[in-house]
């Protein structure tokens, strides 16, 4: 393996882990969007805010360390991509503050309004999220990102079918492997009726992120034909098998409520996808226009890099256990409160 | 003709016109605006990512040894603040990161492999930092209390090592070293000697010792306030009494630190040291203006001192400074931005050392809070200040550097992005800082709105029942 692969790899593993967990996050706000107005959605509120609050900030860095290994190994790429792509970028940029503002305010909320105001601010920015980097990646993916100062087109580059088709695919990982997520938490604290409500949300999540993914080939058919073949050939093919397989058994885990395990089959399911687009796209990282290894920087700068990411992980790895080892154990603070600013139970 | 050398050789050095090839944007101003905003808006939380740590595991330290619990209100109080700023900061910070692509994607591509690492290195110390900063924040009255003091420790720590990374790179933008060019390519690079740059040390002690003023002065003007509102409690005065004390140790230290680097400036960068001065064309034992606008290779209206600026440059008042005319214009700051914002600097900077060496003096020799009634309106209105003197020091650095974007081997100019609507980029973003800074204040207020004893209250029951 070449160091640009290594590099390569690493940045997937990192995508793969912030479409996990900050999918997770932004999938909380999704079923907070849709919980609606009942007594049952105010305890679906509180329990999102609950599980997320701890580790929203550690999930969303990884993000960054997206961003830093592509400017780092993949100068080129980074410029082309971020130039071309820039509406839904910047999109993204301020749902991002918006969601994390209306996050932090939202414990804190006294009144009904105040409440609905923020709650609206953080669910709303929750879906245009991971819709603009999922629309994104499907400009890149299609092959509509050049190499070049904003070389390509402003709006159809990620207002197309594989865009919309991977933004709302993202969307909808999110909110499965929330509801995932969130079903374990309620069943460990022994809220039954939550679990109950997550288990369902998670089956009719993981079913429709399913359907939509296999009707999606044949958008991927007529617009992205390269990344098509890619996945239907070779090793993609067997990714993307082995991702339908993992999902499946996922659901059949859900329906048993076995939520530890299910947590982690729904991991891997979303890393079958990810690595399978990498080899789909194989040997470029903009299709047709800019290989990986005209795109990696200079040896020596991969070097430093890989030697960094070794010494960080030393330190890394530990830390991310304890806090995730703490926050599974219940050792920190989690008081469950219903998010029910003045909610009137309605007169019967 | 000596002292010019190194300057003409350093422009001689071939400039990069970028990977992704020439630019045409004609809204170049805007996209540097948006730039200087967001960082406007993220420095004074790393301030705070940088000092406040510190100063809160100071507190439940004295808490350990006394059992005061005022000592454990605040640190549990402050605890919250902290994990809620560095909320905030994440999100700037992200913002910050996208830029760099969105706004200056020719930089990126180019130099992204030259000094992309100190990034990675400060992407390790963030997401440490967010962990154990989650942990530390809710793990009060659940971890027993010597390992929750422990499990403090890495947040400054991280904090200084994060920061210490990004000032590298603005380090090496205004000093880059660690690579060759060749044939209009970058070549030969080493990033590790990019990384330790020799501009990087005084811009990283003179930040730190900004964060701690900045962070020493604003906290302890918030709770002069509730002071002169009469509150007089155990609670408040130590709320006002370490940070004070910390920012007035701070504030005269910074004064030697800031010569320091006011030297390497004018050894490295010595247009930008015109720059601050409006210094027009090279002297011998040049004077320092206090006041007034540079204009057409003078300053007007401004206080002379002879040879001061010699004296500061080169500690010798007879030594030769370069001046604004040793380039051509297109290569020179805009000198009145870099002035103003050094003047404001240097002035605010001398005027919190000296309050901080008549507190620490008074302090010092009536083994007592001194009882003067302009101390608490003093500390309140020191806090704003160094916020200011802050921001105008990285204005001098920013705008200083210009035109370029790494100082003489890429101008700005070809560095941005070729996109479009960069002014509504501008407004939009202004928009949403102005909600940011909104709800954050909002939610400082519904923090203190709580009582001190909240925060020494028994955590209640885990699950609901």
């Not at chain 2, 380039?327 to 002035?347: E, I, K, L, S, T």
């Not at chain 2, 941005?416 to 509504?424: E, F, I, K, Q, S």
Request: charged share 15%; with cysteine.
């Amino acid at each position: 393996m070449s160091l640009a692969e290594l590099c390569l790899l690493v940045t997937i593993v990192g995508l793969t882990a912030y479409a996990v967990f900050g999918g997770a996050d932004f999938g909380g706000g999704f079923w907070d969007l849709v919980a609606g107005g009942s007594r049952t959605a105010m305890e679906v509120r509180g329990l999102i805010l609950r599980s997320m609050t701890p580790v929203w900030e550690a999930n969303h860095v990884w993000l960054i360390f997206v961003l830093v290994m592509l400017w780092t190994a993949f100068p080129v790429f980074f410029g082309s991509v971020m130039s071309t792509l820039y509406v839904p970028l910047f999109l993204a940029t301020a749902g991002i503050i918006f969601r994390g503002t209306a996050f932090a305010m939202r414990g804190q909320a006294r009144t009904l309004a105040e409440g609905r105001a923020i709650g609206a601010a953080f669910a709303v920015s929750s879906v245009l999220v991971p819709f603009c980097l999922g629309a994104a990646l499907g400009g890149i993916g299609s092959g509509r990102v050049p190499v070049g100062n904003a070389a390509g087109h402003a709006f159809s580059s990620w207002l197309n079918p594989t865009s919309i088709l991977v933004g709302v695919l993202t969307v909808l990982t999110g909110a499965y492997v929330a509801a995932v997520f969130l079903a374990g938490d309620a069943a460990r604290s022994g809220l039954r009726e939550l679990e109950e409500s997550f288990r369902r949300r998670a089956l009719g999540a993981g079913a429709v992120t399913g359907l939509i993914a296999l009707g999606g080939l044949l958008v991927l058919r007529s617009d992205a034909r390269d990344l098509y073949d890619g996945l239907t050939s070779g090793t993609g093919l067997v990714l993307v098998l082995a991702s339908g397989a993992i999902g499946a058994a996922t659901l059949l885990l859900i329906a048993a409520r076995r939520y530890e395990v299910a947590r982690w089959s729904s991991a891997a399911a979303v890393a079958c996808i990810t690595f399978g687009w990498a080899a789909a796209q194989s040997p470029y990282l903009l299709p047709g226009e800019l290989t990986l290894d005209q795109a990696a920087a200079s040896h020596a700068t991969l070097v430093a890099l890989v030697v960094s990411l070794a010494a960080g992980a030393v330190l890394l790895v530990p830390s991310l256990v304890i806090l995730y080892r703490l926050v599974l154990r219940g050792r920190l603070e989690e008081q469950f409160e219903p998010i029910d600013h003045g909610y009137q139970e309605p007169a019967r | 003709m000596r002292a010019l050398a190194p300057v003409i050789a350093a422009v001689s050095q071939p400039e990069l016109p970028g990977a992704l090839g020439p630019t045409d944007q004609a809204h170049l101003l805007w996209a540097r605006e948006t730039q200087a905003m967001s960082f406007a808006f993220h420095i004074p939380l790393v301030c705070f990512g940088v000092a406040f740590p510190a100063i809160v595991l100071f507190l439940e330290w004295r808490y350990h040894r006394t059992h005061d619990d005022a000592y454990k209100a605040l640190a549990k109080r402050w605890s919250k603040v902290m994990s809620l700023v560095f909320a905030v900061g994440v999100v700037t910070g992200t913002i910050l990161s996208f830029e760099l692509g969105l706004l200056w994607p020719d930089f990126m591509a180019t130099f992204g492999g030259v000094f992309g690492l100190a990034f990675g290195l400060e992407g390790f110390s963030f997401f440490l930092e967010a962990i154990f900063i989650a942990i530390y924040v809710y793990g009060w009255d659940r971890i027993p209390p010597r390992w929750h003091l422990l499990s403090g420790i890495p947040i400054p720590i991280t904090g200084i090592t994060g920061s210490m990374m990004v000032i590298a790179v603005n380090g090496w933008m205004n000093h880059p070293v660690g690579f060759d060019v060749v044939n209009g390519r970058v070549t030969n690079v080493h990033p590790w000697s990019a990384l330790f740059n020799p501009f990087f040390w005084h811009e990283l002690v003179h930040m730190y010792l900004a964060a701690y003023m900045v962070v020493g002065f604003i906290v302890a003007g918030i709770y002069a306030v509730a002071w002169r509102r009469g509150e007089r409690s155990r609670y408040v005065r130590i709320g006002f009494v370490i940070p004070l004390t910390v920012a007035a140790l701070a504030a005269p230290a910074q004064v030697i630190v800031g010569d320091w680097a006011g030297r390497a400036v004018g050894d490295y960068q010595p247009l930008k040291l015109a720059a601050a001065e409006g210094l027009g064309h090279t002297e011998k034992g040049a004077a320092f203006h206090i006041g007034g606008y540079y204009s057409d290779g003078d300053v007007k209206l401004g206080v002379p001192v002879p040879k001061l600026l010699s004296i500061l440059a080169k500690h010798d008042p007879n030594a030769t400074v370069l001046g604004l005319d040793t380039v051509p214009a297109r290569d020179r700051p805009p000198v009145n931005v870099v002035r103003f914002a050094f003047q404001a600097m240097v002035g605010i900077g001398s005027l919190l050392a000296a309050f901080g060496v008549v507190y620490l003096v008074a302090r010092w020799r009536l083994r007592r809070l001194p009882r003067w009634p302009w101390l608490p309106p003093a500390a309140i209105v020191a806090g704003p200040l160094a916020l200011v003197a802050l921001l105008c020091g990285w204005v001098v650095t920013e705008v200083g550097r210009q035109p370029w974007v790494v100082y003489q081997r890429m101008r700005t100019a070809e560095a941005v992005t070729d996109a479009g609507g960069l002014p509504v980029a501008f407004f939009f973003l202004l928009a949403v800082y102005l909600t940011l800074l909104a709800g954050f204040v909002w939610l400082l207020r519904r923090l203190a709105a709580r009582s001190p004893e909240t925060e020494l209250a028994r955590p209640g029951p885990r699950m609901p029942t």
